[in-house]
């Protein structure tokens, strides 16, 4: 049996191709809501010819939200797509912790292959420092197109797999699985099977960025782009499949993401990076072609028109939006109106649904409004986008209250100004000692420290807006020291008038289920009871159901008592910690 571990959509594509070549197949997600989907036959993307394929292959193809059933399986893919923030910088925590948690269910002799695509060293590294000499690691490089994703995933090209020994020869397993796909399987060393992914979506960048180029230059000068390509198709340097269609710069995050890696490279081994920079600066340049067009032709004459979108995948054939141009230019444009419609496609549910939300609830009747944790500590544009809605359609004149979860890091002096324009009250900011900080790693050290904090509740007075102390209790990592800390802190707190005495809320930790903490509670010192406790107490905010390796429940609940009684604080029954 062959093992997918991570469902997104390199994994779901993966996984049912290897079922379509006639192997049993464990496709496994630590969310059981799309496990649920999945058996039901309902894909969470779109991918021409996949629904027939999943169809057809129920019969060796089972979905999973349990690690254990990974015991059975003698060859394991581990196929998550990695994600990119907005500097398009590649986070590989998700499949580290993944991978991690995977090996505590492998049998000794398990074949693991990695083809998520990850920076160079990364596979080598990993070996070295995680990996059990009983497992067998290599790296197979992904090729798919979104909306050509089926066809390649069972019709490649040709097959790259990165090994320790690319002389040795491939566990049998493996090896007759890869002689399904009927096509050149090159073995290489990790780093090269690595890097040759990035090569290939570089040279793909070259040949759209030649093309954006040039087809411009032809508006300008009489000339024909669509005259100039087949001349460039039969050249054999070039080639019928050259990327010579132009359009609106690199989309869909894969090439960004290689761009950005070269950049890196070249800056960490001291080579010359300045095509990558070039690529980058041509495709945000191509992506603002209609932002240009729209003031030059629409907005100088006519400034409130409303603007209609046709499309908002980033190309055709998927429902995929990252880097989106339609997206980015909806998003550059948050004084205009927009009627958009893709049928497939929608906007990320949190980006412009905030308002519209909040004037539905002013219709009923609401006039209180509060935002969580995720809203204000997440992209600081899209924040200043909400605010500007919430002045521009009169929202902040009608509510009462309208308070947020955040974090001191993420507010500065010309946000909490725009905040307090809009209508933003109150700002509950998590509060943490500077010991129990650093046990926590240097990035949250840094983003809450103690004059930090002292900072963030003083300016936010300055502007209106009264700041409240958020305090949890029963993490993994508390202590009888940092609870002690804690409460002196805000003791202090209270003392020097940066606190005020009842502007404190405070929770207890529950693993809430679909986080890392309630899947593996062990790999994070938490002593769980029972699943089944997790799941009523969060639903039912009962008493605390879990200790720590530092903690038992019955002390978790005495801090919480008497954090309560001695800060006076307001007691929330859960708090959603997410993996």
Not at 125 to 138: N, V, Y
Not at 323 to 336: E, G
Not at 367 to 373: G, I, K, L, P, V
């Amino acid at each position: 049996m062959i093992g997918f571990v991570g469902l997104s959509h390199l994994g779901i594509i993966s996984g049912v191709a290897a079922a379509s070549k006639g192997f049993e197949v464990l496709a496994y997600d630590s969310r059981a809501s799309l496990i649920s989907e999945l058996k039901n036959g309902r894909l969470p993307l779109v991918e021409t010819g996949l629904e027939a394929a999943l169809k057809e292959t129920t019969p060796r193809l089972r979905f999973s939200s349990d690690l254990k059933d990974l015991e059975a399986c003698s060859l394991v893919y581990f196929s998550i797509d990695i994600r990119t923030d907005e500097a398009n910088q590649s986070d590989l925590s998700d499949l580290t912790q993944l991978i991690q948690a995977a090996l505590l269910h492998l049998k000794p002799g398990t074949t693991l292959v990695i083809l998520s695509q990850v920076t160079p060293g990364f596979t080598r590294t990993f070996l070295e420092t995680t990996l059990s000499k009983k497992l067998k690691l290599f790296y197979q490089v992904e090729t798919l197109i979104f909306g050509q994703a089926w066809e390649r995933a069972t019709k490649p090209e040709r097959i790259i797999v990165g090994a320790l020994d690319p002389n040795s020869e491939l566990p049998e397993e493996y090896l007759r699985f890869l002689k399904k796909f009927d096509c050149p399987v090159l073995k290489m060393r990790y780093e090269s099977a690595e890097l040759a992914k990035i090569s290939i979506n570089l040279c793909l960048v070259a040949s759209l960025s030649v093309a954006n180029t040039l087809s411009e230059i032809c508006e300008s000068i009489g000339a024909d782009w669509s005259e100039i390509v087949p001349a460039l198709r039969m050249d054999k340097r070039i080639g019928q499949h050259s990327y010579l269609n132009p359009g609106l710069g690199i989309a869909g995050g894969n090439l960004e993401r290689d761009l950005v890696t070269v950049k890196n490279l070249s800056s960490i081994y001291g080579a010359e990076a300045g095509i990558a920079s070039a690529f980058l600066a041509n495709s945000t340049y191509r992506r603002d072609w209609v932002l240009r067009v729209l003031h030059e032709k629409l907005f100088s004459r006519c400034p409130k028109a409303v603007v209609a979108v046709w499309g908002l995948a980033y190309k055709p054939g998927t429902n995929s939006i990252k880097n989106s141009p339609a997206l980015a230019l909806i998003q550059s444009l948050p004084q205009v109106s927009f009627q958009v419609y893709d049928p497939q496609s929608t906007l990320p549910k949190d980006a412009f649904s905030n308002s519209s939300q909040m004037k539905t609830a002013l219709q009923a009747g609401f006039t209180e409004f509060f935002f969580t944790d995720n809203t204000l500590t997440g992209d600081k544009s899209y924040i200043s986008q909400l605010c500007h809605r919430m002045i521009e359609e009169d929202i902040c004149y009608k509510t009462k209250n309208v308070l947020a979860m955040t974090r001191v890091d993420a507010v500065d002096p010309s946000l909490l100004a725009l905040l307090a324009e809009s209508g933003f009250t109150g700002l509950g900011f998590g509060v943490e000692t500077a010991g129990k900080v650093q046990e926590l790693g240097k990035g949250i050290a840094q983003q809450q420290h103690i004059s930090a904090t002292k900072a963030a509740f003083s300016a936010a007075r300055q502007y209106g807006i009264e700041p409240t102390a958020f305090l949890m209790v029963g993490s993994p990592i508390d202590t009888e020291e940092t609870l002690s800390a804690t409460l002196e802190f805000c003791k202090e707190g209270i003392s020097q008038g940066w606190l005020a005495k009842g502007f404190a809320t405070i929770s207890k930790f529950i693993p809430v289920p679909g986080s890392i903490y309630y899947y593996w509670p062990e790999k994070f010192g938490i002593r769980k009871l029972t699943r089944e406790n997790f799941a009523n107490a969060w639903f039912f905010c009962g008493s605390p159901v879990t200790a720590t390796r530092y903690l038992s429940v019955e002390r978790i609940a005495w801090w919480h008592d008497k954090l309560r009684q001695e800060l006076q604080c307001e007691t929330i029954p859960q708090f959603e910690l997410m993996g």
